[in-house]
C-alpha cells in the first residue's frame, strides 16, 4: 500500500495492491505501481518516499539485512526504490513506523516515554525513551514479542524459543489458548465443526457473551498479556502503553480485564501510574510513521 500524507499527518490518497508472491522483485514492483498511483495524482510534487518494512533494517542504506516474514537476506530495497524514483527514501522497520506515527499524531501525543504493541498475528511495536524512538544497536531495539514469559510450559514461537510473549498473547496465541483448552469443552460451539477456523474475534465474541469455553481461553490469554505488559513496565517505565491490532478491538472489554491485573503483577515502581489504552491510528499508523519518517530524515530526528 502507498499513502499520501500531508504534514499534519492526514492520509489524503492511497492505493494499494495484493501481494501473492514474496520474492523481492514482485514485491518491489507493487511498490513502484502504488507509489506511482498516488505520485501521478498528486497535485504538489513529492518530496520524499518513506517505507516500513518487516524485518531489520540498516537504516543508513535501506537495504533489508533479514527478513523473516517475507525470507529476505540483504535486499537493497532503498537502492531500487531511490534508483526509480531519483527521490530520497528511508526505509525503516514497520513496527518502529508505526510506533513513530502513533506517537506522533495517536495516543502517544504529549507523552516522552511511550509504549505502541500491536496484537496481530505476532506482537510488534516499539519504544520511545525520553522523546526519542529506541533504535539499538543494529536497529533491533523494540522486539518486545520475543521476550519469554513461559519458558517451560508454553507454546512454541516461531523464532524457536518456548513461551514468547508474542507466541502467548498475540491474536495467534489467543487461537492456541482456545485449542489448548477444548478438551474440556466437549460442547463449545468455538470448535465444532471446523477448528482450523477458529478467529480471535470469535474466541473474544464469546468470552463477552459468557461462554464458558470462550471465557476461559480470554483470561488465560489476558493473564499471559498481562504478565508481559508489566515486564514491559519494568523495562522501560512508560506513561502509556497503547494496544494495536485485531485483537485490541476489543476495547473497554479488554482495558478491564488488563488494568487490575497489569497493577497486580507490577513490582519495583509505583502501580497504576502507566495509563494503557487503545491505539488510535489503526492500521494508518504504519503509513503515517513511514511518512513521518521521511519528513525527518530517518526514524529519529538525528536521521537513524
Same mark, same amino acid.
Given at each position: 500500500?502507498?499513502?499520501?500524507?500531508?504534514?499534519?499527518?492526514?492520509?489524503?490518497?492511497?492505493?494499494?495492491?495484493?501481494?501473492?508472491?514474496?520474492?523481492?522483485?514482485?514485491?518491489?514492483?507493487?511498490?513502484?505501481?502504488?507509489? /506511482?498511483?498516488? @505520485? #501521478?495524482?498528486?497535485?504538489?510534487?513529492?518530496?520524499?518516499? *518513506?517505507? =516500513?518494512?518487516? &524485518?531489520? %533494517?540498516? $537504516?543508513?542504506?535501506?537495504?533489508?539485512?533479514?527478513?523473516?516474514?517475507?525470507?529476505?537476506?540483504?535486499?537493497?530495497?532503498?537502492?531500487?526504490?531511490?534508483?526509480?524514483?531519483?527521490?530520497?527514501?528511508?526505509?525503516?522497520?514497520?513496527?518502529?513506523?508505526?510506533?513513530?506515527?502513533?506517537?506522533?499524531? /495517536?495516543?502517544? @501525543? #504529549?507523552?516522552?516515554?511511550?509504549?505502541?504493541?500491536?496484537? *496481530?498475528? =505476532?506482537?510488534? &511495536?516499539? %519504544?520511545? $525513551?525520553?522523546?526519542?524512538?529506541?533504535?539499538?544497536?543494529?536497529?533491533?531495539?523494540?522486539?518486545?514479542?520475543?521476550?519469554?514469559?513461559?519458558?517451560?510450559?508454553?507454546?512454541?514461537?516461531?523464532?524457536?524459543?518456548?513461551?514468547?510473549?508474542?507466541?502467548?498473547?498475540?491474536?495467534?496465541?489467543?487461537?492456541?489458548?482456545?485449542?489448548?483448552?477444548?478438551?474440556?469443552?466437549?460442547?463449545?460451539?468455538?470448535?465444532?465443526?471446523?477448528?482450523?477456523?477458529?478467529?480471535?474475534?470469535?474466541?473474544?465474541?464469546?468470552?463477552?457473551?459468557?461462554?464458558?469455553?470462550?471465557?476461559?481461553?480470554?483470561?488465560?490469554?489476558?493473564?499471559?498479556?498481562?504478565?508481559?505488559?508489566?515486564?514491559?513496565?519494568?523495562?522501560?517505565?512508560?506513561?502509556?502503553?497503547?494496544?494495536?491490532?485485531?485483537?485490541?478491538?476489543?476495547?473497554?472489554?479488554?482495558?478491564?480485564?488488563?488494568?487490575?491485573?497489569?497493577?497486580?503483577?507490577?513490582?519495583?515502581?509505583?502501580?497504576?501510574?502507566?495509563?494503557?489504552?487503545?491505539?488510535?491510528?489503526?492500521?494508518?499508523?504504519?503509513?503515517?510513521?513511514?511518512?513521518?519518517?521521511?519528513?525527518?530524515?530517518?526514524?529519529?530526528?538525528?536521521?537513524?
Amino acid at each position: 500500500m502507498a499513502t499520501l500524507v500531508g504534514d499534519d499527518g492526514v492520509i489524503s490518497d492511497r492505493s494499494e495492491y495484493d501481494l501473492t508472491e514474496h520474492d523481492p522483485d514482485t514485491v518491489i514492483k507493487s511498490i513502484v505501481r502504488a507509489v /506511482g498511483d498516488v @505520485q #501521478g495524482r498528486a497535485k504538489e510534487p513529492i518530496a520524499a518516499i *518513506g517505507l =516500513g518494512s518487516p &524485518g531489520n %533494517i540498516d $537504516a543508513a542504506t535501506g537495504t533489508v539485512r533479514y527478513s523473516p516474514n517475507f525470507g529476505w537476506h540483504d535486499v537493497p530495497l532503498g537502492a531500487r526504490l531511490r534508483e526509480r524514483f531519483e527521490l530520497p527514501v528511508f526505509i525503516g522497520n514497520d513496527a518502529r513506523c508505526a510506533t513513530l506515527g502513533e506517537y506522533t499524531y /495517536g495516543t502517544g @501525543q #504529549g507523552t516522552t516515554d511511550f509504549v505502541l504493541l500491536t496484537l *496481530g498475528t =505476532g506482537i510488534g &511495536g516499539g %519504544i520511545v $525513551a525520553g522523546g526519542t524512538l529506541l533504535l539499538g544497536l543494529q536497529g533491533g531495539a523494540g522486539e518486545i514479542g520475543h521476550h519469554q514469559i513461559r519458558a517451560t510450559d508454553g507454546f512454541i514461537c516461531n523464532c524457536g524459543k518456548t513461551g514468547c510473549f508474542e507466541a502467548q498473547a498475540s491474536g495467534t496465541g489467543l487461537i492456541r489458548h482456545a485449542l489448548s483448552i477444548a478438551h474440556s469443552f466437549p460442547r463449545s460451539t468455538l470448535v465444532s465443526g471446523k477448528p482450523e477456523k477458529l478467529g480471535s474475534k470469535s474466541i473474544r465474541r464469546a468470552a463477552e457473551a459468557l461462554d464458558p469455553h470462550g471465557l476461559a481461553a480470554w483470561n488465560r490469554y489476558v493473564d499471559d498479556l498481562s504478565r508481559g505488559l508489566a515486564n514491559v513496565i519494568a523495562f522501560v517505565n512508560p506513561q502509556l502503553i497503547a494496544l494495536g491490532g485485531g485483537v485490541a478491538s476489543a476495547g473497554q472489554f479488554m482495558l478491564e480485564a488488563l488494568r487490575p491485573r497489569v497493577d497486580e503483577l507490577t513490582t519495583m515502581v509505583p502501580r497504576g501510574q502507566t495509563r494503557l489504552a487503545i491505539a488510535a491510528l489503526g492500521n494508518d499508523a504504519g503509513a503515517i510513521g513511514a511518512a513521518t519518517m521521511a519528513r525527518r530524515g530517518g526514524l529519529t530526528a538525528s536521521g537513524g
